[in-house]
């Protein structure tokens, strides 16, 4: 299956890359001197575009795959790595919507903690 020009391998590739480097910046946003410059139109452009509605959709399951993987070449039941690699990617999801809307970029860890608490709460 291709996306955007991206067979599903290369974006399984481009994640596993990114989920052991951690990218160097987001696909929607940059971050400018320690803020995050908000790029509105290309949200837009998301909205009226089908095909890219369907990559931004699929970034986090194949982002999901990776961290799965990754946990399982450390010994972590199949299971249990699916699961905590999907928990990861909504707890990140979550944190960086409100980061952005907050509008400050030394912020991100904080949303991070908050989001996982919040999950915690939930689950206890």
Not at 12 to 17: C, E, F, I, N, S
Not at 54 to 59: P, S
Not at 63 to 68: K, N, P
Not at 86 to 105: H, M, N
């Amino acid at each position: 299956m291709a996306v955007g020009g991206v067979g599903f391998d290369g974006l399984h590739r481009q994640a596993k890359v990114r989920a052991d480097g951690f990218g160097d910046r987001s696909d929607r946003h940059s971050v400018v001197v320690g803020r995050v410059q908000d790029r509105p139109g290309r949200r837009g452009l998301h909205r009226e575009n089908p095909r890219l509605q369907e990559r931004e959709l699929i970034k986090p399951s194949v982002i999901a795959s990776a961290l799965a993987d990754a946990l399982g070449r450390r010994g972590v039941a199949e299971s249990l790595a699916k699961l905590t690699a999907e928990a990861g990617v909504a707890v990140f999801k979550v944190a960086f919507e409100q980061w952005i809307a907050d509008g400050r970029g030394d912020r991100l860890p904080h949303f991070i903690q908050s989001s996982l608490d919040e999950l915690k709460e939930m689950a206890a």
